[in-house]
């Protein structure tokens, strides 16, 4: 099926690094989400984003609907051992269909 | 409880065996989804309730997957003469309308053997 392109693919980062991933679709979206999943354990929403141009933070976390509507960026400061995991990003496009496509995940290891 | 659940967590079977995978959504939440996790890979979607209705079965890879919502609230996938290539993470998700927020449930993680 399809999946969205995210890059990196994986990271292994020093505590207290900042990290920045992105995710790009041929397609517009007019919706885009990014979650967190840990191993054994299904994705939780970290921030969800509804208009081309909008930047939300949560807490550490900060993510940008791209002003073309075909990407989003997530940028965390200051990363902790616990932000370890697999980023994925969803984006829902306009054709009229409310399934969610989903990226290919970042896997993130952060160094103590 | 408060989270969207899912039974069972695991699941082994046979090739060729039927199973039946339950989510309970959110309470209140009229949408439904349903999605395949294959490992090192993301949630590829497989199937979207609003209410009872199927509004978009177009992830279903083939006809021995089936997913039912007969009241609006649990639903059932069922997967017919299992294949190992059927091995994955069936997760489940809800959300209070078509478009907005989902949020998932923990999975069933399915085995054929």
């Known amino acids: 099926g399809q999946q969205l392109n995210q890059s990196p693919q994986s990271m292994f980062i020093q505590e207290g690094e900042d990290v920045s991933m992105n995710c790009t679709s041929s397609s517009i979206f007019n919706t885009w989400l990014w979650y967190k999943q840990d191993p054994g354990e299904g994705p939780v929403l970290l921030i969800a984003l509804y208009k081309a141009g909008e930047l939300t933070s949560n807490g550490r976390l900060t993510a940008q609907f791209g002003i073309t509507r075909k990407d989003s960026f997530l940028n965390i400061s200051a990363s902790i051992p616990s932000d370890v995991g697999i980023y994925f990003c969803a984006g829902h496009s306009t054709s009229g269909t409310y399934k969610y496509i989903f990226g290919t995940g970042t896997r993130l290891k952060v160094l103590a | 409880g408060a989270g969207v659940s899912q039974t069972p967590s695991n699941k082994v079977t046979e090739k060729g065996k039927y199973v039946e995978l339950r989510c309970d959504p959110i309470?209140?939440?009229?949408?439904l989804y349903w999605y395949r996790q294959s490992l090192g890979q993301g949630p590829e979607f497989l199937i979207y309730?609003?209410?009872?209705?199927?509004?978009?079965d177009s992830g279903l890879p083939n006809d021995r997957f089936f997913a039912v919502r007969p009241e609006g609230s649990v639903s059932t996938l069922k997967i017919q003469r299992t294949e190992r290539g059927d091995s994955a993470v069936y997760l489940c998700?809800?959300?209070?309308?078509?478009?907005?927020?989902?949020?998932f449930g923990p999975g069933t993680r399915l085995l054929v053997l």
């Open positions: 309470s209140g939440h009229t949408a």
């Open positions: 998700a809800s959300s209070t309308g078509a478009g907005e927020t989902q949020y």
């Open positions: 309730f609003q209410g009872t209705g199927a509004a978009d």
